[in-house]
């Protein structure tokens, strides 16, 4: 599941392309998933056709997914992060939440440390 | 061409024996979908229920009064000969599954986080493997009988394509008409025969429904999930009722129309097979009795249309329950449900 958060800093679509790129790079959107079309995404989370349109085509830049006519699109292979950094993802994760963060500082934080 | 038309009925029917063995969504899953009560999750619920209620109701409702309304046509204006009376099935099909796919009224736009699942939604993940190929398989059987009924059919005595033409033979009889002394090849028709009078507004309706019916399952499986995240399961079993009620429905009413079809078919084969093959000299018993492959194909598409009408009609009742399950008011007051609105 994914959530596109109004009060968000990050642009709608930023938020779908980041949320959907977590969940291939976790291993939960497994190889050759078909993600839903670009309306029914856009239906669910009430944003224009477009906004997510360009998250899609953002992500297939990246290659992490892949577009084809009739097969949709669906989540290329090899993509998922090595299993050792999950369990330290998790942990993390714990920690943000007991912290009381919300995903945005989370990200910050990690952000903050990425350099050093 | 009997055998295939008959393998073509049993593979129907066994296709709805077994479908008879599966079960039927139930109203309980509905029921036990349902957030506990109380705004704002209760509310936004039953509004839910409610506008999936409304459009159960009214494509039944419009769909009845277009049936009527060709009743009405017939009765009006009889020179059709019983083409509005014979296209029913397919205009009822047609008007309910519009009704069933008009696009609902767009949700008032509300604050907060909007979630989605990522879940493919699509007329062929809705409800079980057979939704949409029974559906289909009927459709295509009933374009290529009509085009086969109107390749053979011929015109009537007002120039409409509605008789079945046939090789006919006569017979010259002696003083005491009861031996044959010539016999003449002539030319036979009989009807009413299913053919282009008949079949191209029954090609025509049959695209229109066709259309009708994928935008009805284009519709539910489009429909935008409710912002309220507790609200999905209760979704789901909207959306899968509602698909089971499409396909059944429209599986139904495409075998009656066959059926139809079928039985119209028959008569004029039947006709067709009354023929002696008298040779000069032969006696002449005064009784054409139906004979020979005509009279055969004759009883094996009366036989396959009979059946076709019953399976039309369990598959009818099916189709009903699936809407009463809909329809169904729900019982008052459940107890808090722990758990069912997170």
């Known amino acids: 599941m994914i959530t596109v958060d109004p009060g968000s800093a990050l642009p709608p679509g930023e938020q779908i392309r980041a949320q959907i790129e977590a969940l291939v790079r976790s291993g939960e959107l497994a190889a050759d998933v078909r993600l839903p079309s670009v309306r029914q995404l856009a239906s669910d989370l009430r944003v224009a056709a477009g906004t997510v349109a360009r998250a899609y085509k953002d992500l297939e830049q990246a290659g992490l997914v892949r577009t084809g006519r009739a097969a949709g699109t669906r989540v290329n292979p090899g993509q998922a992060l090595a299993a050792p950094v999950l369990p330290e993802a998790d942990a993390f994760v714990a920690a943000a939440r007991r912290a009381g963060l919300s995903l945005q500082e989370a990200q910050w934080t990690l952000a903050s440390r990425w350099g050093e | ?342």
């Open chain 2, 1 to 342: 061409m009997a055998a295939a038309a008959l393998l073509a009925v049993l593979v129907l029917l066994g296709w709805v024996g077994w479908l008879l063995a599966r079960p039927l969504p139930r109203w309980s899953m509905l029921a036990g979908a349902l957030p506990a009560e109380g705004p704002p999750a209760g509310a936004a619920g039953e509004a839910l229920v409610a506008a999936e209620r409304k459009r159960h109701l009214a494509a039944p409702l419009a769909a009845g009064a277009a049936g009527l309304a060709c009743w009405w046509v017939q009765a009006s204006v009889p020179r059709l000969v019983g083409l509005p009376v014979l296209i029913i099935p397919l205009v009822v099909w047609s008007v309910w599954a519009a009704v069933l796919a008009l696009p609902g009224r767009p949700a008032a736009p509300e604050g907060g986080a909007r979630s989605a699942d990522l879940a493919v939604r699509s007329a062929r993940t809705l409800g079980p493997a057979w939704a949409l190929p029974l559906p289909a398989f009927l459709a295509l059987l009933v374009a290529a009988c009509t085009a086969v009924a109107g390749m053979v059919s011929g015109p009537d005595e007002s120039g409409r394509l509605r008789h079945l033409e046939y090789a006919g033979r006569g017979y010259e009889l002696d003083p005491t008409g009861t031996v044959v002394t010539e016999v003449l090849a002539g030319q036979g028709s009989a009807g009413p025969f299913p053919g282009w009078y008949y079949g191209v507004p029954v090609l025509v309706l049959l695209v229109a429904g066709c259309l009708a019916g994928l935008g009805a399952m284009a519709r539910v499986a489009s429909r935008p999930r409710p912002a309220d995240t507790g609200l999905w399961p209760l979704d789901d079993v909207l959306r899968t009722l509602g698909a089971y009620v499409i396909t059944t429905g429209s599986a139904a009413l495409l075998s009656v129309q066959l059926g139809v079809l079928g039985l119209m078919a028959a008569i004029p084969l039947r006709s067709a097979s009354m023929m002696d093959n008298l040779q000069i000299g032969d006696a002449w018993s005064g009784a054409a009795t139906p004979q020979g492959p005509l009279a055969a194909l004759a009883l094996a598409v009366a036989g396959g249309s009979v059946l076709l009408v019953l399976a039309g009609a369990v598959l009818g009742g099916l189709a009903l329950r699936g809407t009463a399950e809909l329809l169904r008011p729900r019982r008052a007051a459940r107890p808090a449900a722990s758990g069912s609105a997170a």
